[in-house]
């Protein structure tokens, strides 16, 4: 690979629009009005590329949005292969096939280059991504349907240029859930913790330590996953999730420890400090009535566990729009699909 020096995918996207892709449309179509960015999968969207990312589906990629009435497309993606340089700052801009479908790593050719600048137009691209197109509204299925690693490719990533208007607008409504939905969701993963809580202990009380270990890991899983959302932070999909927690250093070598524990009582202590700060945590956003964050036995059995049923309880009962009040509590797609 030519390459010497790693520059993360953003930077080189932004630099690749910049540079080479918006010179050459203009100057084989003059001014075509258009959007660009680095928006969707790839680790460079959500921050977490490094040069291992290099192997496949990374290097110099955007995504160009015309007018759905511009009928260009077609010549462009043509002008672009043809004419975008073979290597940009040290990057092929061809992408040869790993042999996988669709899948493709950077490479040098000597022909026309199979490149990864998509053009298409905002509506197709997003009804692909989230299956709605978030400028019309987004309504509480919509919501509710799309994946949290989804949403998160597609507010995350950087946008280049919006001539056309079609990505601020439709990014800002996607930033974050509406209130009510918030409360749902958030609720929905604290029933989540409630469901397996007082396991970790009666798995190992029967001599079960592997059993007591998943349901630890599971436990961990969605104890990691609350905490980005009660930050307001779509969590990404498996790969990436300790990343984007990482910047939680209090709480990462308690769930670590968790993690490692060998015996169950170890691994309820080290869970119900990370219960608790987490508690603690939802209960200084405001959105319901405060509940105690401590620990506490499981009814008359001797496992320390939360309760967490009380937290997912106050944040419905908060719940102020009778239609999301009325949900089952089987909560967002990502939620319902790792149910216990």
């Known amino acids: 690979m030519p390459y010497v020096r790693f520059l993360p995918g953003l930077v080189l996207a932004e630099r690749f629009y ?48 015309l007018d759905p009435d511009d009928t260009r497309a077609d010549d ?48 197709t691209w997003f009804d692909r991504q989230l299956g709605f197109d978030p400028r019309g509204g987004v309504t509480v299925r919509d919501w509710l349907r799309a994946p949290t690693q989804r949403l998160a490719e597609t507010t995350g ?20 859930y509406p209130e009510d939905v918030w409360r749902y969701v958030l609720a929905c993963q604290w029933s989540r913790i409630a469901g397996e809580e007082a396991f970790v202990g009666r798995c190992g009380e ?24 009660l930050d307001r932070r779509y969590p990404p999909y498996g790969k990436w999730l300790g990343s984007a927690f990482a910047r939680y250093g209090e709480l990462v070598p308690v769930l670590r420890a968790v993690l490692a524990a060998t015996d169950w009582r170890a691994r309820e202590d080290h869970l ?28 008359s059995r001797p496992f320390r566990v939360l309760r967490a049923d ?29 149910t216990p």
């Open 76 to 123: 462009i993606r043509t002008a672009l292969a043809e004419h975008l340089p073979k290597v940009f700052r040290g990057y092929p801009t061809h992408f040869a096939d790993t042999g996988d479908e669709g899948v493709g790593h950077m490479a040098v050719t000597d022909g026309p280059v199979r490149h990864r600048v998509e053009v298409t137009d905002a509506g």
């Open 206 to 229: 029967v001599g079960d330590e592997l059993g007591s270990a998943v349901v630890a890991a599971r436990l961990t899983r969605d104890l990691m996953r609350l905490r980005l959302l």
């Open 18 to 65: 910049r540079e080479a892709v918006e010179p050459l449309v203009r100057a084989h179509f003059g001014e075509v009005p258009h959007s660009a960015a680095r928006i969707g999968s790839g680790s460079e969207v959500l921050g977490f590329d490094t040069e291992r990312s290099a192997d496949h589906e990374w290097g110099p990629r955007l995504q160009l949005f």
């Open 310 to 338: 009380r937290f997912a309880t106050a944040l419905r009962d908060a719940i102020t729009d009778p239609s999301i009040a009325a949900l089952p509590p089987t909560g967002t797609v990502d939620q319902h699909h790792h």
């Open 272 to 299: 119900v400090t990370a219960y608790e700060s987490v508690a603690a945590s939802c209960n200084a956003l405001g959105l319901s009535a405060p509940v105690d964050p401590t620990t506490r036995p499981y009814h």
């Open 157 to 176: 990533g950087a946008v280049f240029h919006d001539g056309l208007g079609v990505l601020t607008g439709a990014r800002e409504a996607l930033r974050w």
